[in-house]
């Protein structure tokens, strides 16, 4: 019988179910050993302990009754953690994807939780947290990681101790704090596949003894692109007459270009002052800069126009025939209205007959599907190459800066975090994939952010009760703009989206745990949030033959202008919105002996609303409400053998109203032209349930050897969910993987005083990841559309082999080497009528040597 990564996930949460309950009644006897043996155990060495900060203050892993999920800067190293979306990974219920819009930024999905696109007016679902200080935009963030400590992965709805609230998780990624006394550094340099190239330096420099230190920590990562542009000297660009890009038109033959690129820096430095003895203040910098032709796009699928009668009085009953277009449509709710498709305009373009009457419309459509689905088919049987008419690019800097101070005080600790960021960002994307000149995008964003929080930890009564309360304080402001080009040759007009923000955000925030016998814990923790945000829309259709401007909100007259403007003032228009809620969690952790933790908890998760950025008419410029999260959990920490098994558990259901989701909308066309363009709005679906098992384990073999596993199980589900065009309850949950688990193999010893072998094979594994909400299986179109939008089951496998000579290092690793190359984001822009894809990065292997002193 053939096992599937569904059963194997499903044995693997199974399996360590069953342990927990062996294991607990084994452990729970263990507790009248006598005291000799106790005190033998107590010398044995055991797994690592982890300490995190889940809780504000440093604690071990196990003594938390939350689910977190940790790695310290070593094991990021051993398992190859190149860049912050592979910890995903290795991580229970984590899926991180880079932006459709731009390779620099990332979205983060957690237990089903998931924000669906990059817009300075979203918020995301699971809040990251870089040295203590939240970052609102996830531009920079898809980075090669820089002298990390540690990165915590928190789990479920956060407001109760962190600067902003929540529905979905955190992630904390702490870097390594100046060392006082020790004068100390690390060079590492890597060579791979596709030239790959990565020189990283640290060094931590005592300045004034127990007093003052510097750390200075700096990355160079360079790599040829690994994809071939191959397209005809004939294909032309679809940017004439658009002279607002950040970049192009690219002029001559893109064929032969290679994309896929790497070209980044990154430096940090932070200064710690110890200025008194219980007063430690740090200072922090850190830039990072990227200039990359990535990420190529391939064309899936080119699809037949249909139209569709919306309304859930049209929908056939169970069993019935459907019949797509029909006068009156039996097909259940397909969502998209589809008059005309990329398809058409390619045949047109290309010698079609003119769409002019019924047969010539048939005749250049089925030549424009020949065309784009032929070009997908060669793509698909050779993933090194692209045909892409336009140049790509990403373009990414930001600057960072922060102070934080940690007072000392008698009841424990007191603490100032600041932090200031700015992003500057352009990503011009070929965005349906094929040399034919069907839909360019670019985006721009400038936006600024500055934060404070004041927070306290300690306890009181003799230890009996610890507590966290804090203050909150953030402000943001900037541009976010971009561009949409579909079909120039028909479509003579650019539609342009341009929001200036103006947001602020408030919380207060306290939380406290009291034992109310040794054993028995009680926690709760209250929030109130309040955020107001101000969005100035100047969105506008730019005719580039005339150079007249017509804007989308406002009623003005049609303009003509010198030269394109992408924000013209002629279309300002604003609003403002403010968005609050109390938030709370509560909970219960009962120790059933020294080993082992059992706990339960309820929390409310808030995620504030805000403004369409992208509104392509005055009746879109509407708001959308705050998404609220209540999650209730129940959790197994545990460890057995003198601390030789690690066995932790958490089973949870999460009920989310007024979830936020982003839909890709045809726009209506800008006469002469009767071509649509697009533009992506966002609303509340309704209400979803999310219920889920998370499961880690390791185990410490023998001396040296580590086997761990860890899996997840999540079932998402909508209980409502409808718009204007019907029904959608039945739709799929977009970068949701319902199955999901790793395997992990480590082993180190030391062969002797100068020599130590360290060794990690790990296989990471997941489900299927529908990437469109759509899921219409009525027919052979509509089947077609699904597969092409799922992303398949996929498993990569890793290997690293290290050896250290004294205070010399060197080591060989390889990433997806049995080079899986599958499709694993893909876009509908069902208006146009095409699906789009982004494949798995392909095998890379290559050697690092590193010098320390």
Known sequence: ??????????????????????????????????????????????????????????????????????????????????????????????????????????????????????????????????????????????????????IQVLKGPQGTLFGRNTTGGALLINSNDPDLNDFSGRVSASYGRFNEFEAIGVLNVPIVSDRVALRVAASRTTRDGYTLNVLPDTATTALVGNSIVARGPFTGSQNGLRFDNRDRWNARAKLSVQATDNLNITFSGEIYDADETAPSRNIRLALPGYTANFGAANIAPPGASCTPGAATNSCPNTTFAVGGTAALFVGFTNGGPPPTSGANAAASTALGISLLNGQAATLDANPLTTAN???????????????????????????????????????????????????????????????????????????????????????????????????????????????????????????????????????????????????????????????????????????????????PEQCAFSGRDSFSAWTYTAGLDYRVSDDILLYAKTAKGFRSGGQNLRAPNSAAFLPFEPEIAYSYEVGLKSEFFDRRVRLNLAAYTSDVDNIQRSTLIATPPIPPSTVPGTATILGNAGKARFRGVEAELAVLVTEGLTLSASGALVDPKYIEFSDLSGDRSFERFTGVAEEQFVLSADYSRRLSNDIKLDVNVNYAWRGDVPTAEYNFPANPSNQAIIDATTAPALGLVGARIGIEFDNFGIAIFGRNLTNEREYIQNLLVAPLGYITGIRQEPRTYGVTGTFTF
């Open 1 to 150: 019988m053939k096992t599937t990564g569904t059963t194997l996930a499903v044995r693997l949460l199974a399996g360590t179910a069953a342990a927990a309950i062996a294991l607990s009644a084994g452990a729970v006897s263990a507790q009248d050993a006598p005291a000799e043996e106790s005190a033998a155990k107590d010398e044995q060495e055991g797994l690592n302990v982890i300490i995190v900060t889940a809780r504000k203050v440093n604690e071990n892993l196990q003594d938390v009754p939350v689910a977190v999920t940790a790695f310290s800067g070593d094991e990021l190293v051993n398992r190859n953690v190149q860049i912050v979306a592979d910890i995903a990974a290795f991580t229970p219920g984590l899926a991180i994807r880079q932006g459709q819009s731009t390779p620099s930024a990332v979205t983060i999905s957690l237990r089903g939780q998931v924000q669906t696109d990059i817009l300075a007016t979203l918020d995301p679902s699971v809040g990251t947290y870089v040295d203590g200080v939240y970052w609102a935009r996830a531009y920079g963030l898809n980075t090669n990681l820089l002298d990390v400590q540690s």
């Open 389 to 567: 008419n336009e140049q790509p690019y990403a373009v990414a800097r930001t600057y960072t800066a922060g102070m934080t101070a940690s007072l000392a005080v008698p009841w424990g600790e007191a603490k100032l975090i600041t932090g200031w960021r700015q992003i500057r960002t352009a990503t011009g994307l070929d965005l349906e994939g094929s040399q034919f000149p069907v839909h360019f995008t670019e985006g721009q964003q400038e936006i600024e952010q500055q934060s404070l929080e004041l927070q306290t930890t300690g306890t009181a009564f003799d230890g009996a009760l610890d507590f966290a309360a804090g203050l909150y304080a953030f402000h943001e402001s900037g541009s976010d703009q971009s561009i949409s080009v579909t079909v120039p040759a028909l479509n003579g007009a650019t539609s342009q989206f341009f929001g200036l923000i103006d947001n602020d955000s408030m919380g207060f925030y306290a939380q406290a745990s009291y034992s109310l016998t040794d054993a028995l814990t009680i926690t709760g923790g209250l929030r109130y949030s309040v955020d107001d945000k101000e969005l100035e829309t100047r969105n506008n259709n730019y005719l580039r033959a005339s150079r007249t401007t017509i804007c989308a909100i406002v009623p003005v007259a049609p303009f003509v202008v010198a030269q394109q403007i992408s924000g």
